[in-house]
């Protein structure tokens, strides 16, 4: 009897104490996991009110552009023709721009006459925003994104291979704006969010990512295994392309401006990095450290309020020159030291085309222009627009490419202009349908165009 009841005392003490530790560890745990004040929690809710300010900030409907009251719109008949140099094959569209200087001349085309593609890839989601990203052309297939920040890989069959999307729930409200380059069977991939990743070009798997929590705003451009790109606040950022590890970051002029379009960079040849931001200035930057060698002021025309929107073309290097169109201008510096060479009062939201001693552009509101290189005296300009019927004029301009000498325009409504390189002449148009707000590419002699409503078309 004795015996029982010192076995029954035991077990009363030891259910007390087994009962005392579980709330110990029940109370430690409660306290690691809803701690207002926990790093844990504060990082959840610190990124779910930026996500949440960006919701807001992409809620507003957009409605109002950088304008200037000096818009282009003279026509020059042309008064010679111009020699064209002969077109080089392309097999790859590996970054935006074509390659690290932006110097897209006469790629080799092989017509336009039949549609072999025609394909609805991704979606649509948010119609509001009329921005997109001009597809990759990647070891035969193409590499394209939708407003949901999914990517995928398609076959010319429009087969999809792999997709992938990385954002979780708390982002499916935002619409994404996705920079694409391509590098040693990696893609790397830049948003508007603020992630900055890596992915598997063979399976789409993800191999590093950041968050880098403010929203990117430029091309991404990747040279020596290093990612450059620049930020809302115009902060150019360099990472280590092999596990996205930043290296260095410099500030360039502050700007209230905002930009709808991406914001351009180039690497020259010898690996000097050139920039532009919003607030105007044109920066030559050491890629090894992020040195400046030079800034300027690209325009003093900008006007320094909420609405207004910063408007430039992408930075266009040649061996001693530097290209570039910030609105209402366009100029041609020095690359060395950066002095004007001269410039002109016409712009163009779209990469300028260099071809011997032309450069070609066309004026978002269709004019045609063929400038010489050296002087910047304007050959001809011509209006593209007026092929068109008179009720579908009222548009823009959304991307331009040469092919086998001739220029491919893409407007916002929906066509394709075809014109000669050589004679400025226009020459036909083809109607897509959808609308188009994505440049042009060719790849393999094909030309490739992506529509609003996400579908690829591609001619030959």
């Not at 080799?108 to 948010?126: D, L």
Request: a positive charge; aromatic letters at 12%; glycine letters at 6%.
């Amino acid at each position: 009897m004795l015996k029982l009841i010192l076995r029954l005392r035991l077990f009363q003490m030891n259910k007390k104490i087994i009962i005392s530790f579980s709330l110990i560890i029940i109370t430690t745990v409660s306290a690691c996991s809803l701690n207002k004040n926990s790093n844990f929690w504060k990082g959840k809710k610190e990124e779910m009110a930026r996500i949440a300010a960006l919701e807001r900030r992409q809620s507003d409907k957009v409605s109002n552009f950088y304008t200037s009251e000096n818009i282009y719109a003279q026509e020059i008949k042309p008064q010679k023709v111009i020699k064209i140099v002969q077109a080089t094959d392309n097999k790859e569209w590996a970054m935006t721009g074509l390659n690290h200087q932006n110097n897209i001349s006469n790629i080799y085309f092989s017509g336009e006459s039949k549609v072999f593609m025609k394909k609805n890839i991704g979606k649509n989601k948010f119609s509001v925003f009329k921005l997109k990203t001009s597809p990759l052309g990647v070891g035969g297939n193409i590499i394209l994104t939708d407003d949901t920040g999914s990517i995928f890989n398609v076959n010319k069959s429009g087969k999809i291979i792999w997709k992938k999307n990385i954002y979780k729930k708390i982002y499916k409200k935002i619409h994404k704006n996705l920079a694409l380059t391509f590098n040693n069977n990696k893609l790397y991939v830049a948003d508007n969010i603020g992630f900055v990743y890596s992915l598997s070009f063979q399976t789409g798997e993800v191999i590093w990512i950041k968050n880098i929590k403010i929203p990117i705003k430029s091309t991404i451009k990747l040279f020596d295994d290093k990612i450059f790109i620049v930020d809302q606040d115009n902060k150019i950022i360099c990472l280590n392309s092999k596990d996205g590890k930043k290296l260095w970051d410099i500030r360039s002029g502050s700007s209230f401006i905002k930009s709808q379009d991406l914001l351009s960079l180039a690497v020259s040849k010898n690996g000097d990095l050139f920039s532009i931001a919003t607030s105007g200035d044109l920066l030559k930057v050491d890629i090894k450290n992020g040195r400046i060698y030079w800034s300027l002021k690209a325009t003093d025309t900008l006007f320094a309020h909420d609405n207004d929107f910063f408007k430039s073309s992408d930075i266009v290097l040649t061996d001693e020159d530097l290209l570039i169109s910030v609105a209402p201008l366009f100029f041609s510096f020095n690359m060395e030291n950066g002095y004007v060479n001269w410039k002109i009062n016409a712009s163009t939201s779209h990469t300028p085309i260099i071809n011997g001693e032309s450069i070609f552009f066309i004026t978002d509101n269709g004019y045609f222009l063929n400038v010489e290189k050296e002087s910047g005296k304007i050959i001809w300009s011509v209006n593209i627009l007026k092929i068109l019927k008179e009720k579908n004029r009222d548009t823009r301009i959304t991307g331009f490419i040469m092919g086998s000498g001739k220029i491919y325009s893409t407007t916002q409504n929906g066509f394709i202009i075809v014109s000669s390189a050589a004679s400025g002449k226009t020459e036909k148009f083809i109607k897509v349908g959808d609308e188009i707000y994505a440049g042009p590419i060719i790849t393999d002699g094909s030309l490739f165009v992506l529509t609003e409503k996400s579908k690829i078309y591609g001619y030959r």
